[in-house]
């Protein structure tokens, strides 16, 4: 079975750094792509950006470019989505997806807290 | 970039059919055949319904139904069940080489 297994919940101070992660599993990870989206409390979903984790290309979205960094490490079947100084407004459930342009399965999300 | 356009809600009653729009532009839903649609339940991740405009992963039911005209993507349910009411996003490859997403419609099984 295909999975993605993303890390726990976390809740962080606004300026603080965190680096969370998408572990898959059942299939070849370096065969496909695997995006980031995000979804604000109540809000709808927002594409963050996507990888290539067979040698790293990335693409991300205007609105999150240099304020995330998406990375991968494909001995450990893992990508992972970080950032350096957390806002309060970066509060947001972030789902991973297997796929370039579309994705299939999904992770169960990570929820993000950024609160003083 | 703006998000795609989709009704914010929609309803129907069991066993009748409904169509969730989903308007871009001729840089993105009009261009590329590369429109997907998601249903996602309240605290659950999306589950992906439809690729490539109407392709149908194996495991969805053939209930559920895509299509493209112009600029408009259309999410086509038959036979509508209690289970079908939930929240379901489109999303379209752009021609600025980004994925971008509808703001999502709520279903409601009358």
């Known amino acids: 079975e295909v999975q993605l297994v993303q890390s726990g919940a976390e809740v962080k101070k606004p300026g603080e750094s965190l680096k969370i992660s998408c572990k898959g599993s059942?299939?070849?990870?370096?065969?496909?792509?695997i995006g980031w989206v995000r979804q604000m409390p109540g809000k709808g979903l927002e594409w963050v950006g996507i990888?290539?984790?067979?040698?790293?290309?990335?693409s991300y979205s205007p609105s999150f470019q240099g304020q995330v960094t998406i990375s991968a490490d494909k001995s450990i079947s893992t990508a992972y989505l970080q950032w350096n100084s957390l806002k309060a407004s970066d509060t947001a459930i972030y789902y991973c997806?297997?796929?370039?342009?579309?994705?299939?399965?999904w992770g169960q999300g990570t929820r993000v807290t950024v609160s003083s | 970039q703006s998000a795609l356009t989709q009704p914010a809600s929609v309803s129907g009653s069991p066993g009748q059919s409904i169509i969730i729009s989903c308007t871009g532009t001729s840089g993105d839903v009009g261009r590329f055949n590369l429109v997907a649609w998601y249903q996602q339940y309240p605290g659950k991740a999306p589950k992906l319904m439809i690729h490539e405009v109407s392709k149908r992963p194996s495991g969805v039911s053939n209930r559920f139904s895509g299509s493209k005209s112009g600029n408009t993507a259309s999410l086509t349910i038959s036979g509508l069940q209690a289970e079908d009411e939930a929240d379901y996003y489109c999303s379209s490859y752009t021609s600025s080489l980004t994925l971008l997403f509808g703001g999502g419609t709520k279903l409601t099984v009358l």
């Open positions: 997806g297997r796929g370039k342009w579309w994705f299939d399965p």
């Open positions: 990888i290539n984790p067979g040698d790293s290309e990335t």
């Open positions: 059942g299939y070849s990870f370096t065969s496909d792509w």
